[in-house]
């Protein structure tokens, strides 16, 4: 990261996505440009609802995690459709896109495009309940 960019999360629970400042990481504002840095302070005091279809897939994809575990235990030694217990979940290849066109969406709204950077981060062991990193927003 430069040292004139501002780093934060892009944090996403079942139904909503936010931004905030990555844990133990100063958030400095005063590195950006002033009209940045209040376009910044006001992303971070809002929420943003995930797209209804994003919503349903997360929904399917914290419902099978928890139900895979039983199909383990009662299906041992038998082979599953690959598509049979992940269908309309959230799949990271996909939703990642869709997911950054609709948070890009809102960022053009109060960021310059070339101002900006969503980075991927992928961390699949992590659950949605209470919010999952999903990317981060670097600021110029």
Known sequence: MASSEARLELV?????WWLRPPAGEPLNLQLLGAKQADALQRLLQQRHALSETLQKR???HE???SKRGLCCQLVVGLCLPAGLLTQ???DY???MDVLQKEASHVLST???PASYELR???NSEAGFAGGKV?????VK
């Open 12 to 16: 996403a629970d079942r139904s909503t």
């Open 110 to 112: 109060y960021l310059q």
């Open 88 to 90: 309309g979940e959230w």
């Open 63 to 65: 419902g099978n995690r």
């Open 58 to 60: 997360i929904r399917a």
């Open 120 to 122: 991927e981060h992928i």
């Open 134 to 138: 999903l990317f981060y927003l670097y």
């Open 93 to 95: 290849d996909r939703d």
